[in-house]
């Protein structure tokens, strides 16, 4: 089944989102990419092509003509916010611009314009310094999902992604000191249901296998090593079987993630943020994905940031981008497959 072209958000402009787009559509059949639209200024886009010396064709098109213009030139759907920015410079006078496309690309999905959201990195403490409010573009996610009656907005979980490995940490960005009194049962539970029902939808994995880490080293070794492995994360173990949800551990973390070991779950559950992303940048760190799950509508985005350090030299690489557009064109997919609905 042939799905809506992708929503594509621009990002943070004088990061290496615009020059990573750009390269992505130069290369859409050789990466077999799915039609995308870039939401946002194509001034942006225009200037970036001429900085770098590329002849991209660029043009501003209604969700109606996406599909048909995208073998031809790039597609832009333009957000009547614009914004003039310098390559490598972070400015908060860009933040509306960064803010609109989102805004945009999440509402064209629920019109069901689109497919699914993709964003390029964006600059939280660009967005701070003009006045944003959300901890992070998750949570803004997560609160343009809020259902239209004003009912309580979705927990989003973040899942990291490659072909060989699928890794959730249940706590994210909090001081690694935190994290023993942050981690509860109940947050692991609801982080490994969320888990599974988006396993089962956007990946076709009818039973899905959890496996989750310990939080100690050798998983606390029976208390020696620390208590909450025994009184926390077991227990968590114990009550998503309860749900019917094939889980294990907790299981030594230095042991779950070699190439043996990976062929026993669907998705490792790690229990804070290095304790899940170290493993999957050593074994896809070009190509990873960071996918939103619990949203009512599909995100991905490239696992790397803005990367202002480099900026408009034209050398940054858009293996992830174009991994986690078709990432998104396979959840959209499987999700229409599915009959689960854009929002």
């Keep these: 089944m042939r799905h809506a072209p992708l929503a594509l958000s621009l990002g943070d402009p004088a990061g290496i989102g615009p020059e990573i787009t750009l390269a992505a559509w130069a290369e859409r059949r050789a990466r077999g990419l799915p039609p995308f639209a870039v939401v946002g200024p194509a001034s942006v886009l225009i200037a970036t092509a001429r900085r770098l010396g590329l002849d991209i064709p660029v043009k501003d098109v209604s969700w109606a003509e996406v599909a048909a213009t995208f073998d031809s030139a790039l597609p832009v759907v333009a957000t009547g916010v614009g914004c003039d920015p310098e390559p490598g410079k972070p400015d908060p006078a860009n933040a509306p611009a960064v803010i609109a496309a989102i805004e945009q690309a999440v509402a064209a ?58 890794v959730v940490p249940v706590t994210i960005h909090v001081p690694l000191s935190a994290v023993p009194g942050l981690l509860t049962t109940e947050l692991i539970v609801e982080t490994g249901r969320i888990v599974a029902v988006d396993l089962r939808r956007y990946f076709g994995i009818a039973q899905p296998r959890l496996a989750l880490a310990g939080l100690n080293p050798h998983a606390g070794e029976g208390g020696a090593l620390g208590l909450e492995d025994d009184a926390v994360v077991a227990p968590a173990v114990a009550a998503l079987e309860r749900l019917g949800i094939a889980a294990t551990g907790p299981h030594p973390a230095d042991t779950m993630f070699h190439a043996r070991a990976r062929t026993g779950y669907d998705a490792a559950l790690a229990m804070y943020h290095d304790q899940a992303l170290i493993p999957i940048k050593t074994i896809a760190f070009d190509e990873g994905v960071n996918v939103t799950l619990g949203l009512p509508f599909i995100r991905t985005s490239p696992d790397h940031g803005t990367a202002f350090d480099i900026a408009g030299r034209g050398i940054a690489r858009p293996d992830s981008l174009c991994a986690a557009l078709r990432l998104a064109s396979r959840m959209a997919a499987a999700g229409s497959s599915s009959g689960a609905s854009p929002s």
């Design 109 to 166: 999905v629920r019109r069901g314009e689109a497919g699914a959201v993709v964003t390029n990195p964006i600059a939280k403490s660009v967005l701070y310094a003009a006045g944003f409010t959300h901890p992070g573009h998750t949570e803004f996610l997560a609160e343009l999902a809020r259902p239209a009656d004003g009912g309580a907005a979705p927990r989003p979980v973040m899942m990291l992604w490659c072909e060989e490995l699928a």
